[in-house]
Antibody, heavy 126, light 107 residues
Framework: QVQLQESGPGLVKSSETLSLTCTVS????????WSWLRQPPGKGLEWIGY?????????????NYNPSLENRVTMSVDPSKNQFSLRLNSVTAADTAVYYC??????????????WGQGTLVTVSS | DIQMTQSPSSLSASVGDRVTITCRAS??????LYWYQHKPGKAPKLLIY???AVQSGVPSRFSGSGSETDFTLTISGLQPEDFATYFC?????????FGQGTKLEIK
């Protein structure tokens, strides 16, 4: 079955760039869409965006970001490592959160996340 | 963005109880509604998709219902492993948005 594991620094300084990687096992990175989500302490989940890689796609990778973050987010794919990544620049304390990667499942017009990684806490320090 | 409002935010119940959690959308989302279970330190787990379809491998005591703006997740006959946080998600329009979560605790 598909498994995902987030990795990256747990502490990032304010104004710098947060970088996380999600390693996928059990499926090819070109098989699905992949999303990043986050949950700040005491708050609800926020979808950050998705990335999709396929040699047959017109866009490579194809991405779609939450408008609330799109001016600071970049997602990419490394097919050779079966990984996808998140970069969030100019971070502030408001970006402190548990960050999750997830398989972005599409079925007709339906779209859900399954499975997810366990999540990784990223703290932004001043 | 579509706002998802869950209630209650927390709930105490006993093993064997039947509990219901509700999720209300700020506009119609037809049946583009999903329910997840989340335990501390673990990956969130999909329970229900398309408002009422039970994900493969999920026990039959979990059920979902609703359409348009009002949805419910029901757990019939709570088991010890069901004490967790539950949250809803909509995919009717981008960006996907989530309810704030309902923490189900042992009474």
């Amino acid at each position: 079955q598909v498994q995902l594991q987030e990795s990256g620094p747990g502490l990032v300084k304010s104004s710098e760039t947060l970088s996380l990687t999600c390693t996928v096992s059990g499926a090819s990175i070109s098989s699905y869409y992949w999303s990043w989500l986050r949950q700040p302490p005491g708050k609800g989940l926020e979808w950050i965006g998705y990335v999709y890689y396929s040699r047959r796609a017109n866009c490579n990778p194809c991405v779609n970001y939450n408008p609330s973050l799109e001016n600071r987010v970049t997602m990419s794919v490394d097919p050779s490592k079966n990984q996808f990544s998140l970069r969030l620049n100019s971070v502030t304390a408001a970006d402190t959160a548990v960050y999750y990667c997830a398989t972005d499942v599409r079925s007709g017009s339906l779209n859900w996340f399954d499975p997810w990684g366990q999540g990784t806490l990223v703290t932004v320090s001043s | 963005d579509i706002q998802m409002t869950q209630s209650p935010s927390s709930l105490s119940a006993s093993v064997g109880d039947r509990v219901t959690i509700t999720c209300r959308a700020s506009q119609s989302i037809t049946t583009h509604l999903y329910w997840y279970q989340h335990k501390p330190g673990k990956a969130p787990k999909l329970l229900i998709y398309a408002a009422s379809a039970v994900q493969s491998g999920v026990p039959s005591r979990f059920s979902g219902s609703g359409s348009e703006t009002d949805f419910t997740l029901t757990i019939s006959g709570l088991q010890p492993e069901d004490f967790a946080t539950y949250f809803c998600q909509q995919s009717y329009s981008s960006p996907h948005t989530f309810g704030q979560g309902t923490k189900l605790e042992i009474k």
